[in-house]
């Protein structure tokens, strides 16, 4: 009789910083070609792309993992995030 061999979980998703939980991001903040988690903050301060400033520990914020670029989790304030969209899609005159 074959033995089955039992292989360990795996785990699809590597873990956040211990301490940090995710939680879903609002609804405007999710956009094609990249995962957006919010979490609730951390330990430790971030660096956000979008002001150059600190993110502050224990501050919820968003996580940006840009489907180009799976290796570079960015933490962003929530509003940094929502002008950087609205800079990408801005509704304003359409260039060209
Ligand atoms: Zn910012």
């Given at each position: 009789?074959?033995?089955?061999?039992?292989r360990a979980p795996e785990e699809e998703a590597r873990?956040?910083?211990?301490?940090?939980?995710?939680?879903?991001?609002?609804?405007?903040?999710?956009?094609?070609?990249?995962?957006?988690?919010?979490?609730?903050?951390?330990?430790?301060?971030?660096?956000?792309?979008?002001c150059l400033h600190e993110i502050r520990p224990r501050?919820?914020?968003?996580?940006?993992?840009?489907?180009?670029?799976?290796?570079?989790?960015?933490?962003?304030?929530?509003?940094?995030?929502?002008?950087?969209?609205?800079?990408?899609?801005?509704?304003?005159?359409?260039?060209?």
């Amino acid at each position: 009789m074959p033995r089955r061999h039992r292989r360990a979980p795996e785990e699809e998703a590597r873990p956040l910083s211990p301490g940090v939980r995710g939680l879903a991001a609002p609804a405007w903040a999710v956009v094609d070609g990249a995962t957006v988690r919010m979490v609730a903050g951390g330990d430790k301060p971030y660096l956000c792309p979008g002001c150059l400033h600190e993110i502050r520990p224990r501050v919820a914020h968003l996580v940006v993992v840009e489907d180009d670029d799976v290796e570079g989790r960015r933490h962003w304030h929530t509003e940094c995030w929502r002008r950087e969209l609205r800079r990408r899609f801005g509704r304003g005159p359409a260039p060209g």
